[in-house]
């Protein structure tokens, strides 16, 4: 008998049919793994940070990183036009990059543990830079949100971040949700151009003040750099979101929600008032619409993460 050889047409067909359906089982799986693993470099890069900033405050009387004093005003992060960032020495204002990259400067920090993998920006390679060493400039480039993924508590307002913080208190983490790219959004605009992002029929909304009764409205306050797929029928939402967060005693935590710091403060948002936060301003709190003294933290217990 003649032996058959190949696979018929059908046969073929049938295969093939078989590995689609195969693929569309396995790989939502393998995606949301590799989300994860993003995820845990993200993390993994904030509690290096932490570790490193450790080490700082001990050389700095318990400060975390600060440069000069800086000037939490309109101009600060968005015109660089009296910032020599490559000069021998600091001129013009300072920004909260500038306090961070200080670690480049002076601990050897890799500009690329600044950048989450799932994140938009890029690492700080100093190409723009003429016979100069990544060390010897006072920030990261000429756009440096472009190459800084975490938001960092304030350093220049009037309760700066130290040693001395609570365990519970936050000193880093994912980008603010009410920054974009050394620009500050409006409550209610949205922070990067979502319909880029998200398929079409999402029933997100752009960030907001957290309402602390409606449950609901907690999520679209978190960080837009993680999110995965994952339907919340209780909320009608498709999507979750989070954020990594590095802690004052060292450890990072990824979290669903933004109201974890200390007695659940809100770590985007600051309080409206010094004495006596209401549970609203605590885990709600006031978002940021510039960059002047009174957009900042009202206590040592007022986490505000910004960029």
């Not at 949205?190 to 398929?199: G, I, V």
């Not at 994952?230 to 954020?243: A, D, L, N, S």
């Not at 209401?278 to 986490?303: L, V």
Request: hydrophobic share 35%.
């Amino acid at each position: 008998m003649r032996k058959r050889k190949g696979f018929t047409l059908i046969e073929l067909i049938v295969v093939i049919a078989i590995i689609i359906m195969l693929l569309t089982i396995f790989m939502p799986p393998l995606s949301r793994v590799k989300k994860g693993e993003m995820r845990v470099v993200c993390g993994r890069n904030l509690k290096g940070l932490g570790r490193v900033m450790a080490v700082y405050a001990t050389d700095y009387d318990g400060e975390y990183v600060k440069l000069g004093n800086g000037i939490w005003s309109k101009e600060l992060g968005f015109s660089y036009e009296d910032t020599n960032y490559i000069a021998s020495e600091h001129t013009g204002p300072s920004t909260i990059t500038s306090s961070l990259y200080l670690l480049v400067r002076e601990a050897d920090v890799s500009p690329k543990s600044f950048v989450c993998p799932e994140s938009d920006e890029t690492e700080y390679d100093g190409q723009e830079l003429t016979n100069l060493d990544i060390v010897e400039v006072w920030d990261f480039g000429s756009e440096p949100h472009q190459h800084v993924s975490y938001a960092y508590h304030n350093p220049y307002g009037q309760y700066p971040a130290n040693s001395s913080r609570s365990a519970s208190f936050a000193v880093m983490g994912d980008m603010s949700p009410w920054f974009f790219m050394g620009d500050i959004m409006e409550p209610g605009q949205e922070p990067r151009d979502w319909t880029n992002e998200l398929p079409e029929k999402t029933t997100l909304q752009p960030p907001q003040i957290i309402n602390i009764t409606d449950k609901s409205l907690w999520k679209p306050g978190n960080s837009v750099i993680h999110f995965s797929e994952e339907k919340f029928f209780q909320y009608r939402m498709k999507y979750k979101f989070g954020q990594n967060i590095l802690y004052a005693d060292g450890h990072v935590d990824f979290t669903r929600y933004s109201n974890v710091g200390v007695d659940k403060d809100n770590i985007y948002t600051f309080w409206s008032t010094e004495e006596n936060p209401t549970e609203q301003d605590r885990q709600g709190g006031t978002a940021p619409t510039s960059r002047s003294p009174e957009n900042d933290a009202k206590s040592k217990d007022d986490s505000f993460l910004a960029i």
